[in-house]
């Protein structure tokens, strides 16, 4: 079965402070796994994307890692600010067919929360 | 980046009455635009895929004369809520695929229904 899986489900940090976030996904064929974010009221923001062959890529304060072997990937946010208070989506867009058909498969999101 | 534009951003009708929902791309070509709900500290569920000049293909448990979806062309969808109950409350956001091999897919602001 498809599906992606976040962890944790919620998480509450310090300003300034680091954090992971982590994806497991069992989603086959593999096309590639975005990280987006969302603000409370807001549609997603693409942050990062990672196809098959990338191991990590980074978006300024955002790291992403995947592990295509073990299917995994980690958002890595670095010097966390209070402005990264929101849901972070992970999602894997599955292949369909050869003809380019996708569907993406989206994980239950972890919230976080920055305090002062 | 590309831009997509959901329009309302808030709508509270009545019981009874109906609502659209507009999703325009405003700076590409969008042959695919999804449609998605979601509930409050959830992800986003997929209601249903468009393509440009064809039905909509909706998810099991999807009602296809409950939430009508038109896409006419290829920089604007429609979800119509017909007959909305409070049940039909929810957050709902669109996403629109660029046109051509990417599967990259931008997202709406989301549009929050309240039905009373």
């Known amino acids: 079965k498809n599906q992606v899986e976040q962890s944790p489900q919620s998480l509450i940090i310090l300003e300034g402070k680091n954090c992971t976030l982590q994806c497991n996904y069992t989603v086959s064929p593999f096309s590639n796994l975005r990280w987006y974010k969302q603000d409370t009221g807001r549609g997603p923001v693409s942050l990062t994307i990672m196809t098959f062959s990338e191991n990590t890529k980074s978006n300024g304060r955002y790291t992403a890692t995947l592990d295509a072997d073990t299917k995994q990937s980690s958002l890595h946010i670095t010097a966390s600010q209070l402005s990264d208070s929101a849901s972070y989506i992970c999602?894997?867009?599955?292949?369909?067919?050869?003809?380019?058909?996708?569907?993406?498969?989206f994980g239950t999101g972890t919230r976080l929360k920055v305090l002062a | 980046g590309a831009v997509v534009s959901q329009h309302p951003s808030r709508v509270i009708c009545k019981s009874g009455t109906s609502v659209k929902i507009e999703c325009r791309s405003l700076?590409?070509?969008?042959?695919?635009m999804f449609w998605y709900r979601q509930f409050p500290k959830k992800s986003l569920m997929l209601m249903a895929t468009s393509n440009e000049g064809s039905k909509a293909t909706y998810e099991q448990g999807v009602e296809k004369d409950k939430f009508l979806i038109n896409h006419a062309s290829l920089t604007l969808s429609t979800l119509t809520v017909t007959s909305a109950h409070p049940e039909d409350s929810s957050f709902y956001i669109c996403s629109a695929r660029v046109r051509g091999a990417s599967t990259e897919a931008f997202f709406g602001q989301g549009t929050r229904l309240t039905v009373v």
């Open positions: 999602v894997v867009t599955l292949l369909l067919s050869t003809s380019g058909t996708y569907k993406y498969i």
């Open positions: 700076d590409f070509q969008a042959t695919t």
